[in-house]
Antibody, heavy 119, light 111 residues
Framework: EVQLVESGGGLVQPGGSLRLSCAASGFSFSSHWMTWVRQAPGKGLQWVANINEDGTHKNYVDSVKGRFTISRDNARNSLYLQINSLRAEDTAVYYC????????????WGQGTMVTVSS | QSVLTQPPSVSGAPGQRVTISCTGS?????????VHWYQQLPGTAPKLLIY???NRPSGVPDRFSGSKSGTSASLAITGLQAEDEADYYCQSYDSSLSDWVFGGGTKLTVL
């Protein structure tokens, strides 16, 4: 079964850091771009960052540039998001998702991990 | 403010047809980038419903269809069922922002 499982979320104080992980299974992880999308409580979806198949190319939405770092370990079939200097507005469910090959969209999503930034 | 504009809500009775619009601009939909649609049931992750404007992934009923014209796109749902009650999001790519962009979402209520 094709599956993505996120972990690492939690409650963190403003200015703090977290490392989110996404474990992939059931498909050739190293053949796909991967992405992180977040959803603030009661709000819509926002693309956050993505990374190409071998980790050499990364893109970020402006609001997280310099604070978030996306990475991957193809040997471990894992995707990561290091989030630093957290702000209240970063509070959201963070989903990892697989890019659909040949299309600028995402065909498989994890269940999400909640990040809450609060003092 | 979302780059792609969707109506906040739509509704319809069981068996009816509803459409959800998604309006973009010359840097995304109008630039030729495909539109994709997601369904998000309450408390769950989004699910890809339509990709490449009008293609359905395996397992998605043919009651769901997509179209695109100019700077806009639409999702149509025919034979509305109670289980279709969910939030629907359109998504594309924006070349000015170099970002993957979403619409603000539309809540579908089945009356």
């Amino acid at each position: 079964e094709v599956q993505l499982v996120e972990s690492g979320g939690g409650l963190v104080q403003p200015g703090g850091s977290l490392r989110l992980s996404c474990a992939a299974s059931g498909f050739s992880f190293s053949s796909h771009w991967m992405t992180w999308v977040r959803q603030a409580p009661g709000k819509g979806l926002q693309w956050v960052a993505n990374i190409n198949e071998d980790g050499t190319h990364k893109n970020y939405v402006d609001s997280v540039k310099g604070r978030f770092t996306i990475s991957r370990d193809n040997a471990r079939n894992s995707l990561y998001l290091q989030i630093n200097s957290l702000r209240a507005e970063d509070t959201a469910v963070y989903y990892c998702a697989r890019h659909l090959i040949g299309h600028l969209t995402f065909d498989i999503w994890g269940q999400g991990t909640m990040v809450t930034v609060s003092s | 403010q979302s780059v792609l504009t969707q109506p906040p809500s739509v509704s319809g009775a069981p068996g009816q047809r509803v459409t959800i619009s998604c309006t973009g601009s010359s840097s995304n939909i109008g630039a030729g980038y495909d539109v994709h649609w997601y369904q998000q049931l309450p408390g769950t992750a989004p699910k890809l419903l339509i990709y490449g404007n009008n293609n359905r992934p395996s397992g998605v009923p043919d009651r769901f269809s997509g179209s695109k014209s100019g700077t806009s796109a639409s999702l149509a749902i025919t034979g509305l069922q109670a289980e279709d009650e969910a939030d629907y999001y359109c998504q594309s790519y924006d070349s000015s922002l170099s970002d993957w962009v979403f619409g603000g979402g539309t809540k579908l209520t089945v009356l």
